[in-house]
């Protein structure tokens, strides 16, 4: 158990005296915010007393007097108003720091009781390229995989990549009329993404085409009840000026629409070629969902060449799983349901939970307006059938007890009504988890995109971000220099290629996981790079330091972790690394309680500054004698250890050298 759980454990025991419950002021135990009044303090004095009516000091003193943690803990004071403060005794964090040393997996013990956790992660829609867009999905789930089985538990991966929407009737009509048969064959999911771009394209001029017409009219009617509200407002009515407002947006949204369907028009308008496509095309968008629902309805020609894309789809997603070093244990995408659909529904109907309405089957849940969809009118199943048929199946087969989606905020709405579905169709206790996030945004703070308003695609960042890395490995390189200060670069040319990827991937990465998941958050290369500030680089600098020092006193390391030598803290800067270093695992816990891998990087981040006061402090190499000197080295080979051993929770490896 960690220190922090095992004190906030002690605390509910005491609590448990003056209130029923005990748990949410435990949980009031934190790491000090001011390391000079000790390691922890605990602030559920004040709030407790506020509610019992009595003197929070006084009941601080009371809770002190029944405390028992003189085994961990210095003996606690209180201090202002009912703060109690903790400091761990120093004999305390030297025999965990040295349990911690001398364990394999850096003093992280696995859970008592394991848990089978689904996650739900990536999730591509294929026969469209990746953007960057996937890139937050997979690089935070892949996290959660890996801290959660760090912690023992069963963790199932599972991509559950969309390879049975609607994009499979867009490229199969596209396929059929405007396929270059050339271009397929050089390369079959360039082809394919651009005849998915040229049915869109076209799909959307028909559709803006006929609501241009629509548009104008609902402004002209919207136009005029808002001159009519103008002229009767009376300026100092609140309530009216309100509605005189929100009218006003109305007005400009709908500009703001019509705008849209004038650009669509124009675009193809404005290209010979795509008008003569769209002319002879009027019905396009009909006529390519026709194609999805003979996909589904198993009409052969259909699967046929569902059967022959897929594989260069999947082929394609591989290539940028294998540069981001993520794995899956499943790969079950929509379509391995399909199957199960039509039972869903009828189980749905034969209980009463779905009903028709306009045709189309649905789950009506109180407190929300939009139905969960089912099936549609024309007898399609949705997103939404497909998962409930997955959240059954993986209970079934897997004996899931909780499933994680790692999958963007716009998608919350989907995940409310399926969680509340899954409560009156199955009997189950699952914990169904939507662990949601936000945007990457451009520089402009909008949604980032190319130049042309493309989303970026995410090979072609990833190679960036390598090649940019590339650069600023060999420039400092060569700026090493030896004792006479001449030049001395010490890489050569493949050893700074393999820098390149280790950082280059690593700074993505690491600038995602590092934002609170669900905010927005800025793309921007310098800041990911940067060898300073709370970036990959700088912590794998901070390892490749530690492995330096190693280098540079010729240390056989094999020989440091066996021997029978002992860390001991005698300066407050050893004490600070070695709390730190015993934290990890409150780290971890905090990370897969919140799924929140900023936790992590947080913690490393921290650690980072305590080690670099520790050099301040404290000469390893030139310690003052041999028993410190090796102290100090366990110390900080417990350090690189541990920064390794995060980043790798990350999903981020770390170089010997620099
Ligand atoms: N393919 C979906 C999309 O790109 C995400 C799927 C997430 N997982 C799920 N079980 N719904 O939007």
């Not at 493949?494 to 996981?513: F, N, Q």
Request: proline share 3%; hydrophobic share 40%; net charge negative.
């Amino acid at each position: 158990m960690n220190i922090l759980h095992e004190l906030q454990t002690r605390f509910a025991h005491v609590l448990s005296d003056f209130t029923e419950e005990p748990q949410p002021f435990a949980e009031m135990v934190k790491p000090a915010q001011d390391t000079r009044f000790g390691d922890f303090q605990a602030n559920c004095a004040m709030p407790l007393g506020k509610r019992n009516g009595v003197n929070p000091r006084e009941l601080a003193t009371s809770i002190v007097e029944k405390l028992d943690v003189s085994d961990l803990c210095d003996p606690p004071e209180i201090a202002g108003p009912g703060f109690i403060n903790l400091r761990l005794r120093d004999d305390v964090v030297e025999e965990r720091v040295n349990d911690a040393s001398s364990h394999g997996l850096v003093g992280v013990y696995p859970v008592e009781t394991p848990k089978t956790i689904v996650i739900d992660f990536s999730s591509p829609n294929v026969a469209k390229p990746m953007h960057v867009g996937h890139l937050r999905s997979s690089v935070i789930g892949d996290s959660l995989q890996r801290t959660l089985r760090f912690l023992g538990h069963n963790v199932i991966s599972d991509n559950h990549i969309g390879d049975w929407g609607t994009q499979f009737g867009m490229i199969i009509y596209g396929y059929k009329h405007f396929v270059d048969k050339n271009a397929y064959d050089q390369n079959a999911v360039g082809e394919l993404a651009r005849l998915y771009r040229l049915v869109n394209t076209l799909s959307d001029y028909h559709s803006a085409v006929a609501m241009i017409p629509v548009e104008e009219a609902r402004i002209e009617t919207l136009a005029a009840a808002l001159k009519k509200t103008e002229a009767n407002t009376d300026p100092n009515d609140k309530k009216q000026k309100k509605a005189l407002k929100k009218q006003r947006a109305d007005v400009s949204s709908a500009k703001e629409s019509l705008k849209k369907f004038e650009a669509k028009r124009a675009f193809v308008e404005q290209h010979e070629e795509l008008k003569k496509l769209a002319d002879g095309h009027p019905d396009i968008a009909r006529l390519a969902r026709k194609e999805t629902a003979k996909l589904h309805a198993g009409d052969v020609e259909n699967q046929l060449m569902w059967g022959q894309f897929m594989p260069h789809c999947i082929a394609a997603l591989q290539g940028i799983y294998d540069l981001l070093d993520v794995q899956f244990d499943k790969m079950l995408g929509e379509s391995f349901y399909n199957s199960m659909l039509a039972k869903v529904v009828t189980e749905l109907e034969e209980k009463g939970i779905a009903k028709e309405s306009d045709g189309a089957k649905c789950v009506f849940i109180e407190g929300n307006t939009a139905p969960f969809i089912v099936q549609k009118a024309d007898g399609a199943y949705t997103y939404a059938t497909t998962d409930l048929a997955t959240v059954q199946y993986r209970i079934k087969e897997f004996k899931a007890e909780s499933v994680l989606y790692v999958v963007d905020a716009r998608q919350s709405e989907h995940f409310k009504l399926l969680v509340e579905t899954i409560k009156l169709w199955l009997d189950t206790d699952i914990n169904l988890q939507h662990v949601s996030f936000g945007t990457v945004m451009g520089e402009d703070r909008r949604p980032f995109k190319t130049r042309s308003g493309d989303n970026v695609g995410l090979e072609s960042l990833l190679d960036e971000a390598v090649r940019k890395a590339r650069e600023i490995v060999a420039s400092n390189d060569d700026e090493k220099t030896d004792a006479e200060g001449n030049p001395a670069p010490e890489l050569d040319e493949t050893t700074r290629d393999e820098i390149a990827l280790i950082v280059g991937i690593g700074g993505i990465k690491y600038a995602d996981l590092h934002h609170n998941r669900e905010s927005d958050y800025v793309f921007d290369w310098d800041k990911m790079l940067a060898k300073t500030g709370d970036t990959a680089t700088y912590m794998q600098y901070a390892y490749a330091r530690i492995q330096g020092i190693f280098l540079k006193g010729e240390i056989d390391l094999t020989e440091l972790r066996k021997s029978n030598f002992q860390v001991h803290l005698d300066d407050p800067a050893e004490r600070a690394l070695a709390l730190k270093l015993c934290r990890f695992g409150e780290a971890l816990d905090a990370v897969v309680s919140e799924y929140r891998p900023n936790l992590l990087t947080q913690y490393l981040f921290e650690l980072a500054g305590v080690l670099t006061t520790f050099y301040g402090e404290c000469n390893v190499l030139k310690a003052d004698n041999e028993t410190t000197k090796q102290s100090r080295l366990k110390l900080i080979d417990l350090s690189g250890r541990v920064i390794k051993q995060g980043l790798e929770l990350l999903g981020i490896e770390v170089c010997e050298k620099m």
